[in-house]
């Protein structure tokens, strides 16, 4: 979930020199419209690790807009006058007027994910936590608020590094206590944790943002162009109607830097070494597949890619280590009538794998929040919705026993038209290629930001992704089938 | 939160036979619609005590219906090929497709209730799971369904005597088994559990209607009438938009009862006997708020009812008992500037007292689904949620140690006009008595409505409504106090 945020994303000084003053007029107006409306309060959360800048991010919106009209909250341990009256109470004292912006540094997540981490409550209660969180926000929203979740985030090593240099320097070294390196030894449960809470409040209406939090003039920039964005938005729309769903904020793409074009995919296999892999993990995984342990599990491998990225080859390599008895291969292409009477994802319920098998998505669920949001075959609050309903469905899956496989084959614009062409020229491949992969080649771009939505929203702890640089075939087929091995090897 | 299905509600033989035939025709006629439009499906789940008349509900709309277009579903144990499934997905192979309807029996709501009620999970799992059956059917509503949720209800007494009745007749001996006697014990417990379960799933979208089964001319012409109300509703509608709030399915009022017509207002107090109660009870409040566990509680005291009901004075006799310093009024009338630049909960959560404190409202967060509802002054959309979110609000108040007491004081129409003109007439009094009164007294019906579905939905077993019956003032104010005492030991 956190990979879009592990890219190295940075501005460069002069950039963001030359940015600065004109986002921040441009902020000035918007609050100052804001005030003079007094039609809906602005909520804005920066949660996420320790030394993840999130005071800093704080500081920078109070330096750059008026601070008479912005309340900053951090999160200290609750007064006497808290302590008596439940939890949320200190919460509701805090909430902006209609006109104003309020800065929760920590909010109402800082509890929940604390106490999980501690191990003082469990996944039940984190959950009954979670869910009272969602409808506070939910009441929110419906109440006209716009809130902004910003959640900033470091990887382990950038961490790391951030609390050693702070250490390695005389000035800073009081600031890296015990207590932080403490907490950076939990910051594979934490991240668990936090994983669990972003995806049960991550809703149409109020999704999670994630920032990357290496670079400080990234990080203030997503978040003050980020506000400036929503601020016109909705200053410039009438207030939405109780119950409608609104435009759910999503960050700007400010260095060009994406998940997908930060794969290496000149990686390559020689054909010698490739047919010696293919056959080891061919082997080890028709093992697994008879292992005793496998009879209660059901595996469901999710097949994704561009047009022409080699998701027919792969998934014949896998069916050919198998007994075809416990495979089904399902090629998911236009509902039928039967289908599109029901809601969209039955159509892959009823195609659910019993124990002991193997269900390949040639395509898949993914197809809502991929062609159908590019095409506008469904709507934005359709769209928007269905990344909370597809984890919904693969954690049933999972905690029936399910192992979940997701594979995104990625390829180069060239190679696909190298690709393309290919087929045209070649009798037997003919039938492979149709005006449709042209027209889908056209929207590339639209694609990206679709498919780095998905990867964002729906690469999870219990179904992540896996990324497959499928440039050269036979380095993607064996990454392919060694995750596989791997995977299900965990879980046995 | 089962008061209004516990009133013995009837339909005699003659109205049934002379409805039913016209009933008929109409729902074939709807469902002839449905199944020629095709834009919706249909979901009816009956759920509710066994006994209480489930599947005879189910044979009925059959019977009454083309039993071919018709899925009617049970809940008996799953099959081995559900078994290695999650647990949703024998629910998702029998959704109904666009143009049909599904019966559940039971449905996605008997696995939660009755694993709570065996005691093998806890709350905070219950709550889990009931929220994933949330998310489910708002899923079902997005995707357009027309779901309906019946609560099939029986008081203690009721279902006593329909089993006694059962055993008594050799004929129908056979029918009660040690095991129905067994789940007899756990009434209470099974209730409770329920009455959660109502609570966190009755949304604005598909709140639960509730059902009292004693009568089953009643139960069945109450089911038929509703489906068919809301068949035409959604039928005669173009789709509503993704997102949008539908208009949300309430029960008809077959036989004029209802929960504040049932109440005895002929109860009455000789001022001697009241004078001594008074007293008493005075007393006894007085020494509660000072016993030493009082210090690790609130009171949060509710006083609702029409004007002229008797609350200022129902009022004065509590805070005549008590230390000033620890108690206080918050007479609650049109909101401030700064409360209206908020969310509507937020003058009640600031007005929320510490331990120790008793806080009394005159007037509530309950004006938003009386007044407010009535008058229009917010939209359908907003008051429906707002039952859930003062339900939620309660609930808060509860987990932090408060006591919540909510006081409906009941009198007679004709006895509000008496104590009208008695104000109009008496100098000192004259003051209490404005246009608005008479205004109000005008709707008299619509605000008749809006009370029996405020007590309906926020009746709960954590701040159960006491109705009051004020017409003798006397008797009012005692049951108040011994109301007031009583749940306090409860809780000390």
């Not at 496989?405 to 039938?431: D, G, N, T």
Request: with cysteine.
């Amino acid at each position: 979930m956190f990979e879009s945020a592990e890219l190295g994303h940075c501005v460069e000084k002069s950039a963001y020199d030359q940015e600065v003053p004109a986002l921040r007029e441009a902020l000035l107006n918007a609050q100052f419209d804001l005030e003079t409306a007094r039609k809906f309060p602005v909520i804005i959360l920066i949660a996420g690790l320790d030394g993840a800048g999130k005071s800093l991010t704080a500081n920078t919106l109070n330096e750059w807009m008026d601070p008479r009209y912005i309340q900053t909250h951090g999160t200290s341990d609750p007064s006497d006058e808290e302590l008596e009256r439940p939890h949320m109470w200190r919460f509701w004292r805090q909430l902006p007027p209609k006109g104003r912006i309020a800065i929760f540094d920590g909010s109402w997540y800082a509890w929940p994910i604390f106490e999980r981490a501690a191990g003082r409550i469990k996944n039940a209660k984190l959950d009954q936590a979670l869910e009272e969180v969602r409808r506070f926000e939910q009441m929110l929203i419906d109440e006209g608020a716009l809130i902004l979740k910003f959640w900033m985030h470091l990887s382990k090593d950038a961490q790391k590094k951030r609390l050693k240099k702070l250490e390695s320097d005389p000035l800073t070294r009081w600031r890296v206590t015990e207590r932080d390196w403490k907490h950076f030894e939990q910051y594979d449960s934490f991240q668990e944790i936090s994983e669990r809470a972003l995806r049960r409040t991550s809703t149409a209406e109020a999704p999670w943002i994630q920032v990357e939090a290496v670079d400080p003039r990234y990080q203030k920039l997503i978040v003050g162009k980020t506000l400036l964005e929503q601020l016109r938005l909705r200053l410039g729309n009438p207030a939405p109607k109780a119950g409608s769903v609104q435009v759910a904020p999503a960050a700007p793409n400010l260095d060009g830097r994406n998940i997908l074009r930060s794969l290496n995919l000149e990686q390559k296999l020689d054909k010698q070494v490739y047919e010696r892999e293919l056959e080891k993990y061919q082997g080890q995984f028709n093992l697994l597949t008879r292992h005793k342990a496998f009879r209660d599990h059901n595996v469901v491998l999710v097949f994704e890619g561009v047009d022409a990225a080699g998701k027919g080859g792969a998934i014949r390599r896998i069916t050919q280590a198998i007994d075809a008895r416990i495979c089904h291969i399902n090629p998911v292409a236009a509902p039928t009538e039967e289908e599109r009477a029901q809601p969209y994802l039955w159509r892959f319920w009823r195609n659910l794998p019993r124990r002991g098998r193997v269900a390949i998505f040639d395509r898949s669920w993914y197809g809502r929040v991929l062609v159908e949001r590019v095409e506008g075959f469904c709507s934005e609050a359709d769209w928007m919705r269905a990344y909370g309903e597809i984890n919904d469905f693969e954690e049933q899956i999972v905690n029936s026993g399910g192992i979940v496989l997701k594979f995104w084959l990625s390829i180069s614009q060239a190679e696909q038209l190298r690709r393309f062409e290919e087929r045209q020229h070649s009798p037997f491949k003919r039938f492979k290629i149709t005006e449709d992969d042209w027209r889908n080649r056209e929207k590339w771009g639209l694609y990206e930001t679709a498919i780095c939505a998905m990867l964002d929203r729906t690469s999870t702890e219990i179904a992540p992704w896996t990324l497959v640089e499928s440039e050269d075939k036979y380095f993607g087929r064996i990454k392919i089938l060694r995750t596989l091995c791997q995977r299900i090897e965990e879980r046995l």
